[in-house]
Every structure is written in structure tokens, then in C-alpha cells.
């Protein structure tokens, strides 16, 4: 699973695969925006503007980043997991999330980056990760909701995502949200379970979660439209098809009716039906407390990239062993 950055141990100094040259042409350039502008693919064999490469390196790694560091919230609980069913379940959650932060490693790596230097970026904190995964999972309902509501806000986002106009990122997105779908769902039963069967402190525990993990999934969806630096040429590009703001409204619309079902309600006492746009209204969005977390003074943030550093630390000799590992079998390759 490591083989590219096995093989070119600076395979960053590769910043275009050999074969593709990178300067820009206004034909070359041209023949992009057709390709664009017809919805079409584009692999990494084809010519690509530098703008486009680098603006899908940024958001595919920190995609990648947010996966693995996902896994460490709800991590926490598989020792704690109140039944062998939903230990499993947690477990086979939680390494999916390692399987997308592989797919999406891969994906960046075909744009020309080596995974050891966008790690390097999570590492040393140039890089970012979802604002979500820095804040605590307090009780056992927190990994419902995170299912359900987290993984939610998830779904919304990717799905679109598997229209992405760069074929290795279109592609990993269909399997992530096939899983993601698992996600959700099981986080959703395990909360009706508590709601439906469970004794009255089982039920203040949902609604206690829900209440801290509401406005957080909101935020996800990244800034207002209004204030989203990338979103315009990144629509434009076809590498994002649904604004920030827009999979928030589809976000809050599709959920409300499932809360209603598990019988919680959201800490939001602007929301209420609008029958004439169609939509629910809500509240406001607390932007200064997001842009907090998202530059690293989140209740986690630390202690998320401790984590990440000591298990890459811990590593280094997995790493040495299967680069010695490879080193032999091309020595005994080129001596056969
Ligand atoms: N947290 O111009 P904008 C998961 C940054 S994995 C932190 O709108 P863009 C899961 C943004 O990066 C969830 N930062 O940017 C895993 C930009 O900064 P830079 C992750 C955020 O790229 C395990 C700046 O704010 N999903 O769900 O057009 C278990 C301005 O934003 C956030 C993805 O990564 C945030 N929430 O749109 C369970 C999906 N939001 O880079 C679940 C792929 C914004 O200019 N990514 N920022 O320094 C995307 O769809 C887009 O990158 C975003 C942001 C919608 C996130």
C-alpha cells in the first residue's frame, strides 16, 4: 500500500508525472477548459494547469488527513463499547476510515506529491484536517451521533464528489460513500436503539450529544459561500458541484425529519419550516469559534496531532523494514 512513496522516496521532486509537461500553453489550456466545459475526465496522464494540481493536492490530502485523524474520536470508545455487536461494528467503522486516508493518499500521490511530504504537512501543522475531529467524544452516544450526524454531513459533501472532474478522486469517492452510507446508518440505529429502548439517562445522553455535536456538523461544510475563497474556481473546475452553503440547507433538511423520528431536537431555537422557500431556516453559524479550531486552538487539536506524530514516530521502523524489505527483492531481481 505504500509502494509509491516506497519507490520514489522524494517522488515530490516529480511535481508533474515525467511524460506531461507542465508549461502552459494557450492551446494546451484551451483544450482544458473543453474538457471542463464538456464535463469530461481528466487523468493523471493528461496536461492539467498548475492552479488545478495544486488546488486538488490541498483538498484531496486534507481529506486524506481528516480520515485518519477521524478515526481517533470515536477510536477512543472501542475499548469501551457497551456490547460485542457494537464493538465490531466500531472497529470495521473506524478502520474504513484508515482505508479512505489510503485511497485518498493514493489519489494525491497520482498528481505528482509524495505521502510522506503531505504527512510531513499534518505532522509540523501546515496542514488542515477537518474542524470536527477536535472536539471530545464524552459518552457512548457521542459515537452515534458522530454516525449519524458527522458521517451525514459527510455523505452530503462526497456525494458530489464522485462527479469530481479528476478521475482517481471521482472514482475513491464512490467506495468512501458506499461506506460512509454504513456509517451513517449504524450510528442511526445504534441512537434509536437508546431512544427506543433505553432508560431516561440513555435518553438525556443522546440529546446531551447531539446538543454539543449540532452546530459543529453545520460548520463542516466549511465557511459561507460569501466567505469561501475556493469556491468559486473550484466550481468552476468541476471539482466542487454543490456550494458550502447549499449542502448545509440539504444537510439541515434531510436531518430534521430524522431527528424527529429518533425523538431529539436540535439547540436551535431559530429553526422552523419555511413553506415558501421549501427549506428549514436556521440559526446562526458561530465563525469565529470554527476559524478558532480550524487554526489549532480547538479542545483537541493538540492532543489529535500528538497522536498522529507518536503512531508515525512508532511506525518508523515498519517503514524501514519494508523499504530494506523492497531494496532486497529489486538486488535479487537485478541478480537473477
Ligand atoms: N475544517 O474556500 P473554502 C469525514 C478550510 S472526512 C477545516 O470553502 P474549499 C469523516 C478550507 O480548507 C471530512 N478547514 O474551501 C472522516 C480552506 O482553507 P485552505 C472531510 C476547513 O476547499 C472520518 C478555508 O477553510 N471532508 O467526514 O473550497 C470519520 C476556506 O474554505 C473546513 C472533506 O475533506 C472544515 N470543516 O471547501 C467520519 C471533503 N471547511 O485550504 C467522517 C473534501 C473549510 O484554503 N473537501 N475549511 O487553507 C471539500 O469538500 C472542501 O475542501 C470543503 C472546503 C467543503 C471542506
Not at 213 to 230: I, R, T, Y
Not at 236 to 263: C, H, M, Y
Request: charged share 25%; aromatic share 10%.
Amino acid at each position: 500500500m505504500y509502494t509509491q512513496s516506497f519507490i520514489n522516496a522524494d517522488a515530490s521532486s516529480a511535481a508533474a508525472p515525467a511524460q506531461v509537461s507542465p508549461i502552459e500553453s494557450p492551446e494546451r489550456m484551451a483544450a482544458f477548459d473543453r474538457a471542463i466545459d464538456a464535463d469530461g475526465r481528466i487523468e493523471p496522464q493528461d496536461w492539467m494547469p498548475q492552479a488545478y494540481r495544486k488546488t486538488l493536492i490541498r483538498q484531496i490530502s486534507q481529506h486524506a488527513h481528516s480520515e485518519i485523524v477521524g478515526m481517533l474520536p470515536e477510536g477512543n470508545w472501542i475499548s469501551r463499547a457497551p456490547s460485542l455487536k457494537r464493538k465490531a461494528i466500531l472497529l470495521a467503522k473506524v478502520q474504513d476510515e484508515a482505508g479512505h486516508g489510503l485511497y485518498l493518499y493514493s489519489a494525491a500521490e497520482t498528481l505528482g506529491v509524495s505521502r510522506d511530504s503531505l504527512l510531513d504537512a499534518l505532522h509540523t501543522g501546515r496542514a488542515k484536517y477537518s474542524s470536527i475531529f477536535n472536539y471530545p467524544t464524552l459518552t457512548w452516544a457521542d459515537v452515534g451521533v458522530i454516525g449519524w450526524l458527522v458521517d451525514g454531513a459527510a455523505i452530503m459533501n462526497q456525494i458530489p464528489l464522485c462527479r469530481c472532474s479528476y478521475g482517481p478522486y471521482a472514482r475513491a469517492m464512490i467506495r468512501v460513500c458506499k461506506e460512509e452510507s454504513f456509517h451513517q446508518r449504524q450510528g442511526y440505529e445504534a441512537l434509536l436503539v437508546m431512544m427506543k429502548e433505553g432508560t431516561d439517562a440513555q435518553k438525556a445522553m443522546v440529546q446531551d450529544a447531539v446538543n454539543r455535536w449540532w452546530w459543529k456538523c453545520l460548520a463542516m461544510f466549511g465557511p459561507p459561500d460569501a466567505d469561501s475563497p475556493n469556491s468559486a474556481q473550484g466550481m468552476r473546475w468541476g471539482i466542487k458541484r454543490i456550494s458550502n452553503d447549499d449542502l448545509r440547507q440539504k444537510f439541515v433538511d434531510a436531518t430534521i425529519p430524522q431527528a424527529e423520528v429518533l425523538g431529539v431536537t436540535v439547540p436551535d431555537p431559530d429553526l422552523k419550516w419555511n413553506a415558501d422557500r421549501g427549506h428549514y431556516d436556521f440559526g446562526a453559524i458561530d465563525w469565529d469559534e470554527f476559524w478558532a479550531t480550524v487554526n489549532g486552538n480547538g479542545p483537541c487539536n493538540r492532543e489529535r496531532l500528538a497522536t498522529r506524530v507518536k503512531a508515525w514516530d512508532e511506525g518508523q521502523w515498519v517503514r524501514e523494514a519494508a523499504v530494506a524489505h523492497a531494496n532486497k527483492n529489486k538486488r535479487e531481481e537485478k541478480a537473477a
